[in-house]
């Protein structure tokens, strides 16, 4: 009847277990690539530098066919 209770209202606190749990096992997969971190990375920082790096290349190509068209008309 009490864990009822007790699963009915969360506010109340669960008993703790008095001996520690096991660890968990070691992970079965490998560390990801680089790039599928840098690609896939939820950090600022990464995202800052993949917004940067973004804005130089479309700059880069933006300047190159401006200047293609400056090349056509002139």
Known sequence: MLSRIRMAIPSLPMPVPSTPLPAAPPADHETPHW??????SQDPKTIAKQYLLTGMAWALVAGTLSTLFRLQLG
């Not at 790039?35 to 896939?40: I, K």
């Open 35 to 40: 790039l599928f971190r840098y690609v896939f």
